[in-house]
């Protein structure tokens, strides 16, 4: 018998998945999404790998959880607000993981085409998915592949469905602090006229409040030592990618705003980033394929770890 099949209870078999998976699954929780395809999904995840390394972060700061939340519910409504349009019918999510974004994108708009890339873990969700009920009606692609080989991804698109010369929105995130800014931003330059770009961003350490700057820098040091990996990290300011080659900024949100739009904060009204400067990460929508003047682009890369 399968082990991803659903056993004949109607009951599904929880699929353990990553800790960083896990973890950043357990920073914003199944609830900020909508639809019952998400829920159905939450429910197959296997959370556990994911606790210790939830408990260590908490340590740093035990509020890093609304990092995670304000950005998954800033680029949701921002993805929902642009589809709801008509003008898009495409999406394409680099680094998607075991992100629950294109689930509930793919089932609230019926037709629209879907496709996650990631270099690891998508058979696995492409069984999961295949179980959920709105399934059999949709276009949701998992797909594996290197997110930095621009023209080997492509390929593996436009094998899958995707139509380069129709409008496409494209969501990065949690993704560009690993990366280059030319792999980060350059292969979504060229799209095709009236397409846009999600971008979420880290910002430079200089531009954060002394008190807070520490925090990320803490908590990804928690992260690599317990993956035991290093990592380099890219780093925008607002500015930088106002001037990004091929693209205009439509919009940007700081955690100070998207807080405030959202109207959460702690029990007592008291904000957790009253002030820009008490972030760290900030979302730009980019709209793709504008001409740009090509300024000085060196990436402001830095080792996390100092």
């Given amino acids: 018998m399968d082990k991803n099949a659903a056993p004949e209870s109607g009951r599904l078999i929880s699929q353990p998945i990553s800790d960083t998976s896990a973890l950043v699954l357990l920073w914003c929780g199944e609830e900020i999404y909508l639809s019952d395809a998400v829920r159905q999904y939450a429910g197959m995840l296997d959370l556990t790998a994911g606790r210790e390394l939830l408990a260590r972060c908490h340590a740093v700061w035990e509020k890093y959880d609304r990092v995670i939340r304000y ?29 629950m974004l294109g689930i509930e994108l793919a089932n609230q708009f019926p037709g629209l085409k879907v496709f996650e890339i990631d270099s690891s873990g998508m058979r696995k969700k492409r069984g999961m998915v295949a179980r959920l009920a709105f399934a059999a009606g949709s276009s949701l692609e998992c797909l594996e592949g290197d997110v930095e080989d621009h023209a080997g991804l492509r390929n593996i698109l436009s094998d899958a469905g995707w139509d380069a010369g129709a409008p496409t929105l494209t969501i990065v995130e949690g993704l560009s602090y690993y990366l280059s ?4 931003l350059g292969g979504w330059r060229n799209l095709a006229e009236g397409s846009r770009v999600i971008f979420e ?8 409040n002394p008190q807070r700057r520490d925090i990320p820098r803490l908590v990804f040091e928690e992260i690599m030592r317990y993956c035991s990996f290093t990592r380099e990290f890219s780093f925008w300011s607002e500015e930088e990618v106002r001037r990004e080659p091929g ?7 700081t955690l100070e705003g998207i807080e405030e739009s959202l109207g959460e904060s702690l029990g007592s009204g008291q904000r957790i980033f009253p ?3 008490d972030g760290w990460i900030e979302i730009a929508v980019l709209k793709s394929g504008e ?11 830095h080792l996390f770890m100092h």
């Fill in 71 to 99: 950005r998954k519910l800033c680029i949701a409504r921002e993805a929902k607000a642009i589809l709801q349009a008509g003008e898009i019918r495409q999406v394409v999510i680099p680094g998607a993981g075991y992100s």
């Fill in 247 to 253: 693209f205009a900024m439509e919009r940007c949100y």
């Fill in 291 to 301: 001409e740009r003047v090509d300024q000085d682009r060196r990436p402001d890369v």
């Fill in 201 to 208: 961003y880290l910002v430079p350490y200089s531009q954060v």
């Fill in 181 to 184: 800014r030319e792999s980060a």
């Fill in 275 to 277: 002030v820009r400067g």
